[in-house]
């Protein structure tokens, strides 16, 4: 295993184009709170190097940096002058390092868990019986995940959204103006139920037939971020199988990190991995390019449609609104405009823009449980920039980062938050 | 000294934590920004004044060379530590001290980011002048070493100018004052000389900054061009005309290509130049300026000057000047930046020059220039794994130096010398000024604790 | 040969036999504070005056450089003082490029010649120096001891846009540093150390200025008041808006009786403001400034332009020069302090003066945070003395240091002429012995008494 290469050259190209210019350091979350050269991404650039070049030895110290300092937020690639994809880099190590250390065996269970559609679902059920019938208030009040405090955890749902949206939703009037289908991911599934059904709602008022598939599954972005590239490839095969359609006019979701998996990182994984000798093939390659052609977040699709709405009412009483851009979604994918058009555009919406909204709001999926108190230091400052503004509601469009933020915004204040789609069918609904 | 017992000698003072000293630490600070590498021996964290003195005492005791370093943004190989010793980590000493309004002095601890001071003045309605690219990721003391420029210092100057006193700890870890919040201070230019000086004077433990209060109204224009020339004699048909506008900055296609590439502000991809000016001031009269410098491009054969209507405006346009380096790692994924300095009237004729040295060497050299001040940065472009490109890269690096010696310029405008520019220093200095320069070292750090190495060429053996 | 014999021949050697002087009539009325010298040179080339330096190290001779002469009384008394070394005779512009905004010029060079040929050309430039002794002042003179003026607010100091010099170490080498880059971060920054050395560690000999094309309008506002309080807020306003006057001045009413513009305004302190700019610039501040003024509890706005306005500013800046006419054991005295300080500071230089029974000339720089009183001291100079310790002990609380320009030998005696010590005199000391170490140049005369 440790003679294979460790990059694939497209990959590898990147570490030649770092020009140490330090510029990363001034948009890593990491760096900010650690101010170490490890916690910066030009640090991991000039290790992957290192390692690439037989230098430096992947030892324990090196792994943990990778894991520890980087919440592979995308930041820096946002904003690298060079176009060093940093991200590619990191997690091409963190897969080498998970070959040469394995993975803890609490996060291979998990990781198999996803991986595996009908141990998810239950799980899931198992977990939200479990914690509605043995835990409490009172238990889960002393039990801390991480940075993640376990009695603000929002409930598991009481049935899986899959189990209960209808597999086609038909528009609520006339023919279909457009017809998608809806990846709602693992978060929208088992915990945030109302969000898919907000999402199903709202197309199906704009006019556009929405097809949840059934039988969808993670789509796999944790399990490849941790390293575990072999299990994540199953789990993009499955994805492919099901949303890889030309025939449908767009593949949505309403969770900014299954949108740059989709996106972004399918067709470039398949890629490097055939590149090293891994058993992919050209049509999957395709497949995961068409895949990724059509995929577009909710708040995208909706914005560019806006006029398929119908009128959205109020009742004439102002929330303050605010809104966090999800890593994912504004570094990944570019977008930021398009969920603050909708939060603008709805009557009861009163929108305050929050200080550093595009910061990463420290979550990281598993980083803020492993890492917790670098993480813990980045959601306070996204804490603070959002309760400056006084807003009722934090609007993000990110199922890790609402349970991140709503994790520690300070109760008394009786802030929460939401995805734009749901304040969006509020207003649809007066 | 034993490496177990220097470790052990720092960890007494700074604690175990700080102090670092693994393979993988040794490769991460042993870079800059710069083409330079070193090693150091290991790295060390203080969190205070006391400990950086108690941390100098040790290693001159023990011979142990220091270097300092911020973030390790500077481009001459003035943090990277080519004679190994200990490299002396200013991140986390970060602290905005005292933002005194009243006095308008701002002071800082030396790792303060750069940008986030003016952050934190800027709520009080003050600024502070010296903005180098690199603002938003440099520490202030890298600056201070530096003696840093950036694209405002046609009218306010460089570091120099705002920098007016220091707390520095000297080579056998005495703390000593240079300078102050007041101005005229008894005594020679201290803060004068330690700003520039590359980590070889003093280490800074505190800089007391001047802040100014804002101007009432700014005009931010992008003027394009189809040659150099017609921007070159718009900047100095401006000068003639007795304005001092804030900035005078100019890119070549190469430099316009990769800026758009990289963060599509919408310059021109086929102009041959594009001129970016900016006036400040009182808004009376701010009109006429701006018209008067409108028609002066346009006796010089513009193609089309863009006044920025708002703040977003403004903004994208610095935006396209201030990513310009980094932009052209996407043509080649390497550049040399030089720094040399001409006369102003003089820059067209460095910049055909340039062109030449481009040809001789058959590299691509794009070009960004503080127009006003006569500082040109040719971005000289290769693949470093090439061994033959590097070594041809260094050669036309020291013929632009060379050239702009030769035109009575000087060979760094604001980069400093570091490691890299050693070589040039002879096209400027004769013996006898390098000598005197010695001596200030001398005055300082007699026994040569800080950064050696850098700044002055070695002493030729007797 | 006597030696005195021997040093007069060598020196006619290196500068040729008119420009060495050794009358000793002559030499005992060049004498700096009592000690007279046994020979006057004056070298016409920076190579002259290299030749001269080196033969007084190999001698261990002690040279005093000077100008014009103005500022002789500034510093420590003299150690030892064999060669006075004018500057004089070196009088050449090296440099003269309008369209670079730079020139170079010899030491020797008067302030007030160079910014008369420079007003002449094209639309008028000038250095942005209005220091004392405006019409006598060499450039070497004013930049060896950093010597400033009211409008240093506005364009800077020496140090601001000085870009290069070359002068003549003590051991006789030619140092040439900086040029005509107006960026320059080679090496250490050997100018800004040379500006303001006063002859310790090199005779400076040439200086090359940026030079600034000179604004389109000028004009002087004058607002008397009749409290301190008042007046100092009134700067304070102007000192943090977006205004940027050219100087920021305040004056007490010793100071205001001695110039001919503010002599009949009723107030006990008349507050300057140099408005320079363009056009728009200056009619707005005339009438913004003219309101504020008057908000603040200034009895009058008094509008100064064209000559009016020249000779307010030349009187002010020369007002030590023409007291020294009527005043005895004239003592003038300059005060660094932090910008906020102003009615601390002049309030305490008042009562003070006031308490040693002496009456006399404050005016501050309230844009530069400078101070300066001209007074009249007594013979024995126990009370000027006295005075000045308590005044520099004011000057250090308010965050700056006190040095004395100008006083009689008795009263140097006493006091510390370079203020309070402070903690970078031992690198002070470290660098006069570095650069001569055989103790040739101006010993004793600099901080530290180096």
């Known amino acids: 295993m440790e003679d294979k290469k460790l990059f694939s050259k497209n990959t590898g190209e990147n570490i030649y184009h770092c020009i140490r210019c330090g510029l990363c350091l001034a948009h890593c979350p990491v760096y900010k709170e650690i101010l170490l050269e490890e916690a910066a991404p030009r640090g991991k650039v000039q290790l992957s190097r290192c390692l690439e070049e037989g230098t430096l030895e992947l030892n324990e110290e090196v792994k943990n940096a990778f894991f520890s300092t980087c919440l592979l937020c995308g930041s820096c690639v946002a904003n690298c002058p060079s176009g060093v994809h940093g991200d590619h880099l990191f997690s091409g190590v963190r897969w080498r390092a998970k070959q040469k250390y394995g993975i803890d065996w609490k996060k291979k269970v998990m990781f198999q868990i ?25 238990i889960e009040k002393k039990i801390k995940a991480g940075a993640l405090s376990v009695d603000r955890i929002p409930p598991f749902n009481k049935k899986a959204f899959a189990e209960t949206v209808q597999e086609v939703t038909a528009p609520k009037s006339g023919k279909a103006k457009a017809k998608v289908l809806y990846f709602h991911g693992c978060a929208t599934n088992f915990v945030f139920g109302d969000i898919g059904n907000a999402v199903v709602d709202v197309l199906s008022k704009m006019g556009v037939e929405v097809t949840t598939p059934k039988d969808q599954g993670c789509c796999g972005l944790p399990v490849f971020l941790s390293g575990d590239r072999e299990t994540s490839v199953n789990i993009i095969r499955e994805a492919l199988k099901i949303f890889a359609r030309a025939d449908v006019d767009a593949v949505l979701v ?20 055939k590149e090293l000798g891994e058993n992919v093939t050209d049509e999957e390659i395709k497949a995961a390019e068409l895949l990724s052609a059509k995929t577009m977040d909710v708040t995208v699709f909706i914005d560019a449609h806006k006029d398929w709405l119908p009128k ?20 990944g994918q570019k977008v930021s405009a398009q969920p603050r058009n909708i939060l603008k555009s709805i009557p009861d919406v009163e929108y305050v823009e929050m200080a550093a909204a595009g910061d990463c709001c420290g979550g990281g999926g598993s980083f803020q449980v492993e890492h917790a108190e670098t993480s813990a230091k980045i959601t306070k400052r996204k804490i603070d920039n959002a309760e400056a503004t006084g807003a009722q509601v934090v609007a993000t469009c990110c199922p890790g980062c609402n349970v991140t933020i709503s994790n520690h915004l300070d109760p008394a204040k009786g802030m929460k938050t939401m995805h734009p789609v749901q304040l969006l069918q509020m207003a649809l609904n007066r | 000294m034993e490496r177990e017992k220097m470790i052990e000698g720092l960890a007494k003072i700074v604690g175990k934590e700080d102090v670092m000293t693994s393979e993988m630490e ?39 060379p220091v270097v300092a370093r911020g973030a390790g943004t500077n481009l001459s190989g003035g943090s990277s530590p080519t004679e190994g010793g200990i490299a002396l980590l200013f991140t986390r000493m970060n602290k905005i001290l005292e933002i005194d309004v009243e006095n308008q002095r701002v002071v800082v601890e030396p790792g303060a980011i750069t940008l986030d001071i003016k952050g934190a003045i800027g709520k009080y309605g003050y600024l502070y002048h010296p903005d180098p690219s690199s603002e938003k990721a440099t520490t202030i003391a890298g600056n201070l070493g530096e003696n840093a420029g ?15 006193g220091a707390e520095v700890v000297l080579f056998d870890g005495e703390v000593i004052e240079v300078g102050g919040k007041s101005l005229d201070n008894p005594g020679f230019d201290l803060p004068g000389l330690m700003v520039g000086s590359e980590g070889t004077l003093g280490m ?100 089309e000057v863009r006044v920025a209507k708002n703040e977003a405006e403004r903004e994208k346009i610095w935006a396209g000047r201030k990513g310009a380096f980094g932009a052209v790692g996407r043509l080649r994924p390497n550049y040399l930046v030089n720094d040399p300095t001409v006369p102003r009237t003089r820059l067209p004729e460095a910049l055909a020059q340039v062109v030449e040295i481009g040809k001789k060497y058959n590299l691509p050299i794009a070009n960004v220039f503080h127009a006003g001040d006569g500082n040109l940065h040719p971005l000289i472009l290769f693949d470093e794994r090439d061994k033959d490109e590097l070594d041809r890269v260094h050669k036309a690096a020291f013929e632009i130096m060379k050239i702009c010696a030769d035109m009575g310029g000087t060979i760094s405008g604001e980069h400093g010398i570091g490691v890299e520019k050693l070589k040039g220093m002879p096209l400027i200095f004769s013996e006898r000024d390098i000598a005197a320069m010695r001596n200030v070292k001398k005055a300082f750090d007699p026994e040569s604790v800080y950064n050696p190495g850098k700044l002055l060429p070695a002493e030729k053996a007797a | 040969m006597s030696n005195n014999e021997k040093l007069v021949s060598k020196l006619k050697e290196i500068v040729g036999e008119a420009n060495v002087i050794e009358d000793p009539e002559k030499l005992k009325a060049l004498a700096v504070d009592g000690l007279i010298p046994r020979v006057m040179v004056s070298p016409g080339t920076i190579e002259e005056t290299s030749k001269v330096v080196v033969y007084a190290c190999a001698e261990k001779l002690a040279v005093i450089p000077m100008g014009s002469g103005t500022k002789m009384t500034l510093g420590g008394i003299p150690k030892k003082f064999d060669i006075l070394l004018s500057t004089k005779r070196m009088n050449r512009y090296n440099d003269y490029d309008i369209a670079n905004l730079t020139v170079g010029v010899e030491s020797g060079v008067t302030l007030a010649e160079i910014q008369a040929k420079l007003a002449g050309e094209g639309r008028g430039y000038f250095i942005p120096l209005d220091p004392q002794h405006s019409q006598g002042a060499t450039v070497g003179g004013i930049v060896a001891t950093n010597d400033s003026g009211a409008k240093r607010f506005l364009y800077g100091g020496n140090r601001d846009f000085i870009l290069g010099i070359k002068a003549v170490m003590p051991n006789g080498d030619i140092m040439s540093v900086g040029g005509k880059a107006v960026k320059n971060v080679a090496g250490y920054d050997m100018t800004k150390l040379m500006i303001g050395s006063m002859g310790a560690i090199g005779i400076i000999c040439e200086i090359t200025f940026r030079i600034t094309p000179r604004p389109d309008a000028e004009a002087t506002l004058l607002f008397p008041f009749n409290g301190l309080k008042e007046a100092a807020a009134f700067l304070k306003k102007l000192l943090h808006s977006k205004y940027y006057p050219a100087a920021l001045e305040l004056m007490n009413a010793t100071m205001a009786a001695n110039l001919k513009a503010t002599s009949a305004l009723k107030g006990k302190y008349v507050a300057a403001i140099a408005l320079d700019g363009i056009e728009e610039w200056v009619t707005r501040l005339k009438a913004d400034l ?46 660094n302090f932090a910008l906020s300080k102003v009615t601390e500071m002049v309030g305490a230089f008042e009562a003070a003066l006031r308490e040693a029974g002496l009456n006399g000339a404050l005016f501050c720089s309230a844009g530069n945070g400078i101070l300066r009183a001209v007074f009249g001291g007594d013979d024995s100079g126990a009370k000027a003395a006295a005075l000045i310790g308590k005044l520099t002990a004011e000057a250090v609380k308010n965050g700056g240091n006190l040095i004395v320009e100008r006083a009689p030998k008795a009263i140097k005696e006493k006091v510390n002429v370079w203020g309070q010590t402070r903690s970078d005199v031992v690198v002070v000391r470290r660098m006069k012995e570095q650069m001569d170490p055989a103790g040739i140049l101006n010993p004793g005369r600099y901080v530290g008494g180096v």
Request: proline share 3%; aromatic share 6%.
């Open chain 1, 254 to 273: 309403d969770c900014g990190t299954c949108g740059a998996a989709l996106k972004n990182e399918y067709p470039h994984l398949l890629k490097d991995l």
């Open chain 2, 204 to 303: 800074v433990t505190k800089l007391t900054l001047r802040m100014m209060p804002k101007t009432e109204a700014v005009k931010t224009m992008l003027a394009i061009y189809e040659t150099i020339a017609d921007g070159a004699n718009t900047v100095s048909d401006i000068v003639k005309a007795g304005m001092i506008p804030t900035t005078l900055e100019m890119m070549d296609n190469l430099t316009i290509k990769a800026v758009e590439a990289a963060y599509h502000v919408g310059f021109p991809e086929d102009a041959a130049s594009i001129l970016l000016i900016e006036l400040d001031g009182l808004k009376d009269g701010m009109d006429r300026l701006t018209d008067e410098v409108v028609a002066i491009c346009k006796k010089n054969k513009v193609r």
């Open chain 3, 290 to 335: 003219s309101e504020m003024g008057r908000q603040e509890g200034a009895s009058d706005a008094i509008l100064l332009t064209a000559d009016a306005h020249r000779d307010f500013w030349m009187a002010y800046r020369d007002v030590a020069d023409s007291l020294a006419k009527t005043q005895s054991n004239l003592v003038a005295l300059k005060a």
């Open chain 1, 312 to 331: 959205l009412g109020g009742n004439g009483k102002k929330i303050k609104v605010t809104y966090h851009d999800p890593c994912h979604l504004v570094k």
């Open chain 2, 150 to 164: 950036g694209a405002h210092c046609f009218k306010y100057g460089v570091t120099s100018n705002h920098v007016l």
């Open chain 1, 114 to 138: 996803l991986a595996n559609k009908w141990l998810m679902s239950k799980s899931a059920a198992l977990g939200g019986w479990a914690r509605r019938n043995f835990s409490g208030p009172g």
């Open chain 2, 26 to 64: 040794l490769q991460l600070y042993g870079y800059d920004a710069s083409l330079n590498r070193g090693r150091p021996d290991c790295i060390v964290m203080p969190a205070s004044t006391e400990e950086v003195s108690k941390v100098v005492k040790f290693a001159r005791e023990n011979h142990i």
